[in-house]
Structure formats: structure tokens, C-alpha cells
């Protein structure tokens, strides 16, 4: 279950209803991700971009249940839905879904798929199962909060995946497969009352499993005032005293969390000092 950390990230970006839902159903997909895909360390970024339009959703995160993310989509029309979005905004300019893992090697992995027209999910799975050529099924979905006084509010988010590991039958993949079509949508299960074990009872039925772990989850950010400063830093003298003149202060904006971290003219001048003449 993903409620808390896609109401989070919701809250910090301030996303209107389609793209709370988009923006959840990726971070629900990269919390699983990187719990199937990843080892301690490794890590993963999900990459929806339409190179046309310029929208995009990144989000990236670990083995460890946290991530982090943004949407960049357009404001809410009442008759678009999370598809309709994914169609006009990323499909209809040359879009692309895009997964960057650091497996901790010298070089990046990267797997690129076209998106298929059927939404988030539906692309995930494509990736899974064309790129990664694992057999596999994935589920995400964002339920809205309707009541006046939390209109918007993430009401409940989760997700599921079932993926084949060596040695493996497929067989018993697509079988799972099937059944998770059979089942309910995964958010309406969770917002019935249904817990996720209650949820993997059901999809398993006569078929045995073992929870090997329960983790954490959660919206978490790398960035801080530290790095910040460092990257002012990295700007150079001239930039900075340029700020200094212009704007009297230094204001860096974090997209993945959308903290924000103001540097006073009394602090650029101290990093104007330390890089010298």
C-alpha cells in the first residue's frame, strides 16, 4: 500500500486530480520495481516524456521503499482522464517510457519501450516484459478522495507484482496473471478494507508463497541544504555575484520534493568568498 507516500509527494507538488493519479501510479511502480529488480545500493528511475510537448513524470528510488518523483502535466480538464493524458501529452509527441537502473557497474542500464496507449500500468507491463523479457504482471492504482474538505487527497494507493525468477514456470506466471485480471482493481480491494496479505491470499488461493520481507514506505528526498549549496557553488564566482547584484539572494528549487532552500545575501557572499579572486 503506497496511500502515504503518493498523498506526500501530492501535497508537496500541489498536482491537480489527473496528475495526483499519474504521479502515483509511477511512484507505485517504482516502489516495486526496485523491490523486484534491485539489490542493496542499486537503484532505479522511471521516465514518462513526450518530446514534443515537454511533459514529463520522473521518479526514482531504491530497494529500501523509498522514492521520490514529479509530474509535469497540464492542468486538470474536465474531460480528460489519466489515459486521455498519457495519450495527448506523451503518446501524440513522440513520448517514451524510459527505465535508467544504476546496478552500482560502469555503466548505466537502459531499457526505452513505446508507450502502448492503454495507460501507466499498461506500459509498465510492456517494459517488463519486452525489455527486461521476464515474464510478468504489474498493477497500480490511485483512488481520489471525493468529500469536500479532502477533495483530491490521495484516498488510497497501492500496487502489486508478480514476476517469474529463476528457476521459474511460466506457466504459473500467466496463471497469476489471469487472476489478477479476474480479481477487482488492486486500489478498489485496498479501499474496501482489504489488506495487502488479505489481497495476496486471494490472488495466490491454492498456490504457496511465502512474505519473505515487510518494509517502510515512503516519499523521501536526497536533497538537502548541503547539496544546494554545492551546487551554487559549482555555478561559479561571476554567476553568483550576478545573483547577488540581480536578485539579492539565491533560491534552489528541488523538483523531485519541491523543497526549497533560500540562500541570503549575506550567505552568497560568503561562497563568493571561499572561490576566491
Known amino acids: 500500500m503506497t ?84 495519450e495527448t501529452q506523451f503518446i501524440e509527441s513522440d513520448g517514451q517510457l524510459t527505465v535508467v537502473k544504476d546496478l552500482r557497474l560502469r555503466n548505466l542500464y537502459e531499457g526505452v519501450v513505446s508507450l502502448t496507449g492503454n495507460g501507466i500500468v499498461a506500459d509498465l507491463n510492456s517494459y517488463l516484459n519486452q525489455s527486461e523479457q521476464i515474464p510478468s504482471a504489474v498493477e ?38 489471469d487472476r489478477i485480471q479476474e480479481l477487482p482493481p488492486v486500489e478498489v480491494m485496498l479501499n474496501s478494507g482489504r489488506t495487502p496479505e488479505d489481497i495476496l491470499a486471494d490472488l495466490f488461493g491454492d498456490i504457496t508463497y511465502e512474505v519473505l520481507e515487510v518494509m517502510p514506505l515512503s516519499f523521501n528526498c536526497s536533497c538537502s541544504r548541503t547539496r544546494s549549496r554545492k551546487a551554487l557553488i559549482s555555478l561559479g564566482r561571476d554567476e553568483l555575484e550576478h545573483l547577488l547584484e540581480t536578485e539579492g539572494r539565491a533560491v534552489v528549487d528541488c523538483h523531485f520534493c519541491h523543497e526549497r532552500y533560500v540562500f541570503d545575501g549575506e550567505e552568497l557572499s560568503e561562497l563568493i568568498g571561499l572561490l576566491g579572486e
Open 140 to 177: 497500480a492504482g490511485v483512488i481520489l478522495s471525493e468529500m469536500e474538505q479532502n477533495a483530491g487527497k490521495a484516498l488510497v494507493a497501492g500496487g502489486l507484482l508478480i514476476q517469474a525468477l529463476p528457476p521459474y514456470e511460466a506457466d504459473t506466471v500467466y496463471r497469476l496473471a
Open 3 to 86: 496511500t502515504d507516500l503518493v498523498e506526500e509527494a501530492c501535497r508537496r507538488h500541489e498536482t491537480p486530480p489527473v496528475a495526483s493519479i499519474a504521479l502515483g501510479e509511477v511512484l507505485t511502480g517504482c516502489i516495486l520495481f526496485g523491490g523486484t529488480l534491485l539489490k542493496v545500493g542499486q537503484r532505479v528511475a522511471i521516465k514518462f516524456t513526450g518530446a514534443e510537448s515537454g511533459r514529463k513524470i520522473v521518479v526514482e528510488g531504491g530497494n529500501n521503499g523509498k522514492v521520490r518523483g514529479y509530474a509535469s502535466l497540464p492542468e486538470d480538464d474536465p474531460l480528460f482522464d489519466v489515459s486521455q493524458v498519457i
